[in-house]
C-alpha cells in the first residue's frame, strides 16, 4: 500500500511561488494498494491532481471525507469523474445530529456556491459514515471521531499487512490535561496506535498555537508528541497553514523525533 | 484502558474547567470522571477514587432525601438519566468530606452521542448553601 499527496495545504489554498515545494493545494490523499484498488481521501483543490491520474479505476471512485469544511471538499465540483455518466464515485463522509451527508453536502454542491446540485450529478452515491469499521475492496477502514470543530472523522486503513491513520485536521492537546501522558483522554488515540504511517495535522508553530487553541488544529510539538504517544512508524506532516511559505515549512521540520518525520509535500509518494 | 468517545473527553475537558462539581459516568454507571469541587465536596482525590463505581462513591456521602427520609436507588437522578434516559433533578442531603451534612441540588443528564449513542450521564451537584447539623 502506498499513499501519494496530492493536496498538502490546510484551511485555504496558497498557491505561487513562495510554495512550491510544499504546495499550495488543500488536502486530498490517494491510496494505492498493491493490487491497484484506490481510495481517495479528502477533496480539497488538491483532487484536480487526479484528473488526470490514470490510475483511478474509472469504474468505481471511493472518496472518504473526514469533514466538510471547504478545504476539503471544495475540489469535488472540479473533479471530473463527478460528471462522468461511465465513473460510478462514491462519497463517503460524517452526519450531523439532524442531517445525512447528502444532505449536509447538498448545501455546498447547490447554487447560490455551485451551479450544479449533487442530485443531478449522473453516478454520484452518498454513504452515510458513522464511528465503526468497513470494508471497500482489499482496504479495511476504522474512523472514529475525532477533535476538531463539528463532526469530523479520523480514517485508520489496513491493506497489504501495512497501517494507515489519516487525521488531516485534529487537535490532540484539547481534551486532556496530561497530554500526551492518558492515552484514555486523547482523541485519535485508539485509531492511531502503533500505525505504521501517521498522516496528522502539523498546522502551527509553537508560538501560534496559544491564539488558535480550540480551533481544532496542533502545534508542531504537539503532532509529534502525538505521534509518539501512538507509536506511530513514521509521521507525515499535513494541513500546512497558509501563512507558513516553503521557508518556514523547512524550518519548522528542523526537529529531532524518535521517528522518521517526512514532510508532508504536494505530489509525494510514500510506501506505508 | 481504552480511549473514551469522543464526546466524552469533551465534556470531561468541561466539567474540569467548572466551578460546580460534575461527575461523569460511563453508560454502565461506573464513574469516569469527577472533577475538583467534588474533591472538595466530598473529600476524596479522583486519583483515589478511580475505579470506583458511582455507587460505591455515593455510598459514602450517606444520601437520603433532602427531609432525611431514605431515597431509594431508583428515586436519584443518576439512576433515572441512565435507565430512562431522561434528564431528573431532586435535592438530596449528602455527608460532605467535612463531616457536615449539605443540601444539594441533584442533576442528572444522560450523554447521547453522535448516532444517538448512549455513552453514560453528567450530574451536577450543586450546593443550595443550606447546611445542616
Redesign the interface.
Known amino acids: 500500500m502506498k499513499i501519494t499527496l496530492s493536496g498538502t495545504r490546510g484551511s485555504v489554498g496558497r498557491a505561487g511561488p513562495e510554495t512550491m515545494a510544499y504546495g499550495g493545494d488543500t488536502s486530498c490523499v490517494l491510496v494505492t494498494a498493491d493490487d491497484g484498488s484506490t481510495l481517495v481521501l479528502d477533496a480539497g483543490s488538491g483532487i484536480r491532481r487526479l484528473n488526470n491520474d490514470f490510475s483511478l479505476s474509472p469504474d468505481r471512485i471511493d472518496i472518504l471525507l473526514t469533514h466538510l469544511h471547504m478545504d476539503h471538499i471544495q475540489g469535488l465540483g472540479f473533479f471530473k469523474p463527478i460528471f462522468d455518466p461511465n465513473s460510478e464515485v462514491n462519497l463517503w463522509g460524517p452526519v450531523s445530529s439532524t442531517m445525512n451527508l447528502a444532505d449536509r453536502l447538498g448545501r455546498y454542491l447547490s447554487p447560490p456556491l455551485f451551479p450544479v446540485r449533487l442530485r443531478d450529478l449522473p453516478r454520484v452515491g452518498v454513504r452515510d459514515v458513522r464511528p465503526g469499521s468497513f470494508d471497500i475492496g482489499p482496504f479495511s477502514i476504522t474512523t472514529d471521531l475525532v477533535m476538531h470543530p463539528g463532526p469530523t472523522l479520523g480514517f485508520r486503513i489496513e491493506a497489504d499487512g501495512a497501517s494507515i491513520a489519516y487525521l488531516p485536521d485534529h487537535e490532540p492537546a484539547l481534551g486532556s490535561d496530561e497530554f500526551p501522558k492518558a492515552p484514555e483522554w486523547t482523541s485519535g488515540y485508539d485509531l492511531s496506535r502503533g500505525v505504521d504511517l501517521l498522516v496528522h495535522d502539523f498546522q502551527y508553530t509553537e508560538a501560534e498555537y496559544p491564539s488558535r487553541q480550540g480551533w481544532g488544529h496542533s502545534s508542531v510539538a504537539q503532532a509529534v508528541a502525538f505521534a509518539t504517544q501512538v507509536g506511530a512508524g513514521r509521521l507525515v506532516t499535513f494541513h500546512h497553514d497558509p501563512d507558513h511559505d516553503d521557508a518556514t515549512l523547512d524550518e519548522v521540520h528542523d526537529i529531532d523525533t524518535g521517528f522518521e518525520l517526512i514532510p508532508g509535500r504536494a505530489g509525494l509518494t510514500i510506501e506505508a | ?7 466524552i ?2 465534556i ?2 468541561w466539567a ?1 474547567m467548572m466551578s460546580v462539581p460534575i461527575w461523569i459516568t460511563d453508560a454502565a454507571g461506573d464513574l469516569i470522571y469527577f472533577n475538583e469541587p467534588t474533591e472538595a465536596l466530598i473529600g476524596v482525590r479522583f486519583e483515589d477514587g478511580d475505579g470506583l463505581s458511582a455507587s460505591d462513591l455515593a455510598a459514602r456521602f450517606e444520601i437520603t432525601d433532602a427531609d432525611g427520609s431514605e431515597l431509594h436507588w431508583h428515586e436519584r437522578p443518576l439512576v433515572i438519566a441512565l435507565e430512562k434516559q431522561q434528564p431528573a433533578q431532586r435535592h438530596i442531603r449528602i455527608r460532605a468530606g467535612d463531616g457536615t451534612t449539605k443540601v444539594i441540588a441533584d442533576t442528572a443528564i444522560p450523554i447521547v452521542g ?2 444517538h449513542r448512549q455513552l453514560g450521564a453528567m450530574v451536577l451537584l450543586w450546593d443550595t448553601g443550606e447546611d445542616h447539623p
Do not use: F, N
Not at chain 2, 1 to 7: D, K, L, R, S, T
Open positions: 484502558m481504552p480511549q473514551h468517545p469522543i464526546e473527553i469533551l470531561q475537558q474540569s453522535e448516532g
